[in-house]
């Protein structure tokens, strides 16, 4: 259990990492940008590290508890008290964010195999953001549509057209243009 509980206090301390790391390098970016690592925006990571840091401290003193508990050691109080906080953060969190902490990003590429296309699609709404992509993991919205438009979305020869706006494929393919 000693591991256990060492791996879980481990994986907080990345989550606080990663939740001071896309919070302080967030002001780099203007308000079109988005950054996506592994198909995942860098809101959803970021909300993800959020709350695993609660969760695995919680987890940890949970375990730590039943411990004691068992050993019919002292220390029960205080680590029940820092479970139950844990565990109200989570649910606060989960309040907060109404159960959804992110979006996947998708890729639609033309028949031809040559243009791509990324968006993200908000669930609760429909909304879909088109994205472009920028240099390395930054993709850049180019367009926000109603859901409808993932079903009017065109591949022309030198153009592509979502819901009947036209974007050359200059400005998909040209990753350094901004």
Known sequence: MKILKIVLLLAALVCVGGVCYFE??????????VRVFCGMSETFLSNLCFVGVPLFIGATAVIA????IRANKNGIIILGFVALICGGALGLIYAITGGH???FM??????DGKHSVYYVRNKETGDVAWLRKGDGH?????KSTD???L????WKDDALSVDGEMFGYDLLDNISQK
């Open 106 to 111: 998708h890729e639609l590429e033309s028949s």
């Open 24 to 33: 302080t390098t967030q002001s780099g970016l203007d308000d079109h940008a």
């Open 138 to 142: 930054t993709y850049y919205i180019i």
């Open 101 to 103: 902490i992110g979006y």
């Open 65 to 68: 508890l039943v411990e004691r």
């Open 151 to 154: 079903d009017n979305i065109e």
């Open 147 to 149: 859901s409808g438009a």
